[in-house]
């Protein structure tokens, strides 16, 4: 009796064996080298504007990028002279979303603060 339902695993082929000097056979596989790059990194920028508190500034990068009093306060001010400040460099995908908490947070609190990121050079 035959209960299998499905037929058997086939044999995948076999590449072709090398003949070695003395007369053997060999099988020879070739390992390929993948380099893969490190993914693309990423800038948060907070621009400057004329209304936003800059008391507000400090509590974003704070919560939002874990920054301490001292150097939420230095970005804050880089911010408030240069016109924009970088708040952390990340993956793509976590910059966005900081971005995004960023203007969030600027929206529910009634300010125009404004975020971008850009690739890092």
């Known amino acids: 009796m035959d209960f299998m339902a499905t037929q058997p695993p086939s044999i995948p082929p076999v590449s072709p064996a090398i003949r070695t000097p003395d007369g053997g056979d060999a099988l020879v596989l070739e390992r390929r080298r993948q380099r893969l790059q490190p993914p693309r ?6 621009l400057n504007d004329d209304f936003t508190p800059m008391e507000f500034v400090i509590a974003v990068l704070q919560e939002l990028f874990n920054k301490d009093r001292e150097s939420a306060t230095q970005i804050m001010l880089k911010i408030h002279l240069d016109g924009r400040g970088i708040c952390g460099v990340y993956s793509q995908d976590v910059a966005a979303t900081k971005v995004e908490q960023v203007l969030q947070a600027a929206h529910k609190a009634g300010h125009p603060l404004q975020a971008t990121f850009e690739p890092v050079e």
Not at 41 to 46: D, H, L, S
């Open 41 to 46: 990194m990423y800038q948060v920028v907070m």
